[in-house]
């Protein structure tokens, strides 16, 4: 029995002129552009400034190996980044969806954010981070970390196109693989340290053309304490719900309180359950289910004497038409902190 489709593509085949060559399929990966490894990756250089301007990454992975006293600059997003046998470099890196990996590198100072971060036979390096996950080192000593805090207009945009939170970072909580005892193989840098003093500003013409600026007033990533010996034993938790303002009302919030004298020790974006707010909220919890629908919640703890009525004091005044989970007293403050960062480190992993 013939096929109804063979025959009738042998019928067009007949009444093609004599002469026309019948067209190739045209297939969707034959019209994607040629990537030129080339173009990701700075490999064998020496006392160079280099960087790849916003747009010019676009998300793909990133090499940078065997340069030595060179200033390195990719102010975009990229999948991922893996620096080998670099020296006596600066490299800053824009975000970075999945891991970023230095390997057998040592005197480079580092600005960088990411989902994971890990250092493996390294030494003497400084980083400033922002990381989604537990940063990570691995047979590598002297390493010192600081909070990320970097701003140029196009960030906000890349943190979102590599699927990163601005407040998911917890850059300071180390992991390391192979501690040795009596010794300590990281650090936190002092918190005073100045970002531009360990990362400047490059220096070129090409790339002074991005606009950038490390204050922290205005960086895209709010720079938080982490781990450091807080001033205080009061502590107060401030959960913002999802809506149209939460990131603006967050910065906000931040910038007020901060003003004011108190330290942002820590925050986190996360989605909750029912049974998450029950756990955190308490007798508060049947007013906030409803919001718990309309996505993630961000979470911000300050630290300082008088936090809780500072923290209640100024979401009444300026915040009055937004629902907000504030700690009520001191006494419930800790016990709010704990319960929302123990079920939210769960959630993330870490």
């Known amino acids: 029995m013939g096929c109804f489709f063979s025959k009738r593509r042998k019928a067009e085949k007949e009444s093609q002129p004599e002469g026309e060559e019948e067209r190739p399929k045209q297939y969707s990966w034959d019209q994607r552009e040629k990537v030129d490894p080339k173009d990701y990756m700075f490999s064998g250089l020496k006392d160079e400034t280099v960087g790849r301007l916003p747009g010019k990454v676009a998300g793909q992975q990133f090499l940078i190996q065997d340069c030595e006293n060179c200033n390195i600059y990719i102010f975009d997003h990229s999948a991922t980044v893996t620096i080998d046998d670099c020296t006596n470099c600066v490299i800053f890196l824009g975000p970075v969806k999945g891991s970023v990996f230095f390997r057998n590198c040592r005197d480079c100072k580092c600005a960088l954010a990411c989902q994971q971060f890990r250092v493996r036979d390294c030494r003497k390096l400084e980083v400033f981070l922002c990381c989604a996950t537990q940063p990570i ?3 590598s000593t002297n390493i010192k970390f600081g909070c990320f805090q970097w701003y140029y207009p196009e960030l906000a945009f890349q943190f979102k196109d590599a699927g990163l939170s601005i407040f998911n970072n917890t850059w300071s909580n180390i992991h390391d693989f192979t501690p ?8 936190l840098l002092p918190e005073d340290a100045v970002i531009q003093d360990h990362v400047p500003l490059p220096t070129t013409e ?9 204050e922290a007033s205005r960086s895209i990533v709010p720079v938080s304490r982490g781990q450091r010996q807080k001033n205080s034993d009061e502590s107060c938790l401030v959960v913002l719900f999802a809506g149209d303002y939460t990131i603006a009302n967050a910065r906000k919030l931040i910038d007020e309180l901060v003003g004011k004298g108190f330290f942002l020790v820590q925050t986190k974006e996360v989605s909750m359950k029912a049974e998450d707010a029950q756990r955190v909220f308490r007798e508060k919890a049947p007013d906030f289910l409803p919001l718990l629908n309309k996505g993630p919640v961000i979470a911000l703890e300050f630290n300082g004497d008088g936090a809780v009525e500072g923290c209640q004091l100024i979401v009444n005044e300026i915040f009055s038409g937004t629902k907000m989970f504030v700690s009520e007293n001191k006494d419930a403050a800790s016990g709010d902190v ?3 960062y123990n079920f939210a480190d769960i959630q993330m992993g870490i």
């Open 137 to 139: 080192i691995e047979s």
């Open 206 to 214: 090409e790339l002074k053309a991005v606009r950038l600026s490390t």
């Open 338 to 340: 704990d319960s929302f």
């Open 180 to 187: 040795v005892s009596g010794e300590l193989n990281w650090s």
